[in-house]
């Protein structure tokens, strides 16, 4: 069955950086595009970044573009966010998501930015 379980938050302070990482199980992972949604406290799940499987390319929200960074490693079935100059609006669970034939989540992680 499809796993997504996601790694890498926490703690960080204005400025400050993260990585994020999903480890991915029970699908073909190079021949599927991968997504980071988050969840801040009161609000509604929104995109962040997806990357394809097709030469990699990628999209950004446009609230992270320029700071936030996704990539994959194949050969590991983990994908990746890297998370820099993060604000305290960035404060929110991350999830990762593949959609096959319907929408798969992880549990996700909670990354707090504050002083």
């Known amino acids: 069955q499809v796993q997504l379980v996601e790694s890498g938050g926490g703690l960080v302070q204005p400025g400050g950086s993260l990585r994020l990482s999903c480890a991915a199980s029970?699908?073909?992972?190079?021949?599927?595009?991968m997504t980071w949604y988050r969840q801040a406290p009161g609000k509604e799940r929104e995109f962040v970044a997806r990357i394809s499987s097709v030469r990699d390319s990628t999209n950004y929200a446009g609230s992270v573009k320029g700071r936030f960074t996704i990539s994959r490693d194949n050969t590991k079935k983990t994908v990746y966010l890297q998370m820099n100059s993060l604000k305290p609006e960035d404060t929110a669970v991350y999830y990762c998501?593949?959609?096959?034939?319907?929408?798969?989540w992880g549990e996700g992680t909670l990354v707090t930015v504050s002083s």
């Open positions: 998501n593949v959609f096959i034939w319907r929408d798969y």
């Open positions: 029970g699908f073909t992972f190079s021949s599927n595009a």
